[in-house]
């Protein structure tokens, strides 16, 4: 019946920043941004998805700040960023760009990760001249540019016009989750998680979910129901690697096929069998490495940071 906003003992929960700050946006959205682990060490930055926070990203954090400097934000209305009025995928390319500005230096690249709507801030930011400026690399877990409504297996329904409408209703409900309890979590599990998920990954994800406030969650709903990134995909122009779970019913595998056939630089799909949604959480090693390795071949070996006496 706990309300805390993740779990507190175990591999998912968060470990302390070594700082926190705060990234002001666009429009003047104060954003909460983490970083772990060395200040000198390659960097890595993390978008959350949908109804989550940087708690979602505790087993990456956790192993990759050992030796990379791991840059974590909430996007606004989660966590600890506070709700705005503006919701819009311009919104969240503006955050992430404050987010880069504000913990890279002039010069600095960076492998960015999106998971879900944080890969959709990723597609939304591809054109901006800060996104160009830092991206070195980027991993796209669970995500999709457009139809989310219409791909969606939430409802065991046939696909069409009655699927759509009836998953649009059930995704942007203003109802409570109310606290986290055996039924809750069997229904979050059903709708985001594989049938294997370990009962401590299915009490993570409740805890974050269920603490995103309801009326940010169904602000953000309105926004993934007509979502249309086709665009940004084709303005991503940095290597990138998609992974998608093959049980994810929020955005399925159709999804991770259209990106790759669109991305000017794939570097392939992998699909995760039995997986579901929440990916870094169901496969924490693989979704790890596969951050680890783009930081290997796109950062570490060709960075070039402007030294601080060059760029005043």
Known sequence: MSRHAH?????????????????????????????????????????????????????????LSADHRVIA??????????????????????????????????????????????????????????????????????????????????????????RTRLTHRVLGTRAPLGPVTPLARRILKYATMGRASAPDMVEACAHIVHACPRAVRH?????????????????????TEIVAGTADRLTPPVHARTLAAALPQCLGVTELPGVGHMTPIEAPGLVTGRIRALVAAHVTAHQHVIPAEESA
Do not use: K, N
């Open 7 to 63: 779990v507190t003992s175990g591999p998912y929960a968060p470990p302390a920043a070594a700082r926190e700050l705060t990234a002001l946006s666009a429009d003047g959205t104060r954003l909460h941004v983490e970083v772990h682990g060395p200040e000198q060490a390659p960097a890595v930055v993390l978008a959350h998805g949908w109804t989550c926070s940087t708690a979602f990203w505790a087993a990456q954090i956790r192993e």
């Open 73 to 162: 934000y909430d996007q606004r209305g989660h966590g600890r960023t506070p709700a705005s009025p503006a919701c819009t995928t311009d919104a969240l390319a503006d955050d992430l760009e404050a987010v880069l500005t504000a913990t890279l230096a002039p010069g600095e690249r960076a492998v960015i990760a999106g998971h879900s709507m944080g890969g959709m801030t990723v597609m939304a930011a591809s054109g901006r001249p800060a996104f160009a400026a830092h991206a070195a690399a980027v991993l796209l877990c669970s995500t999709g540019s457009a139809r989310l409504v219409d791909e969606s297996t939430v409802l065991p329904l046939r696909p069409g016009r009655v």
């Open 219 to 239: 602000a953000w709903s309105q926004v993934l129901g007509t979502l249309d990134l086709d665009h940004g995909v084709r303005e991503l122009r940095v290597p």
